[in-house]
């Protein structure tokens, strides 16, 4: 059981940037890693997942080109930094961890605030 933490949420100007961790309790280097949004009265979407390589890293058209998802698999760390943030990227952000080989997502942060202000 892998417990992850997210952190580094706040309150932006829009263009502003903002970087997410988040620290999971144990390896991350056998789990695909990514992380989730939702925005108040929406569905929680994906922003983007990465093979538990590395190898691949797949965005969602929204945030394609600003967003920039790494982690370090040493320090079980996986970050998000976020450029150019418009209103619309107003969310809670959750990191996750998915398994090999299982299509659910097994492994959620608690959620850090992302508020972006025109």
């Known amino acids: 059981q892998v417990q992850l933490t997210d952190s580094g949420g706040g309150s932006v100007q829009a263009g502003g940037s903002l970087r997410l961790a988040c620290q999971a309790s144990?390896?991350?280097?056998?789990?695909?890693m990514g992380w989730f949004r939702q925005a108040p009265g929406k569905d929680r979407t994906r922003v983007v997942i990465?093979?538990?390589?590395?190898?691949?890293?797949y965005y969602a058209n929204s945030v394609r080109g600003r967003f920039t998802m790494t982690r370090d698999n040493d320090n079980n760390m996986v970050y998000l930094q976020m450029n150019n943030l418009k209103p619309e990227d107003t969310a809670v952000y959750y990191c996750?961890?998915?398994?090999?080989?299982?299509?659910?997502?097994?492994?959620w942060g608690q959620g850090t605030q992302v508020t972006v202000s025109s």
């Open positions: 144990g390896a991350i280097d056998n789990l695909n």
């Open positions: 996750v961890g998915q398994r090999l080989g299982v299509d659910a997502y097994d492994y």
């Open positions: 990465q093979t538990w390589t590395g190898g691949a890293t």
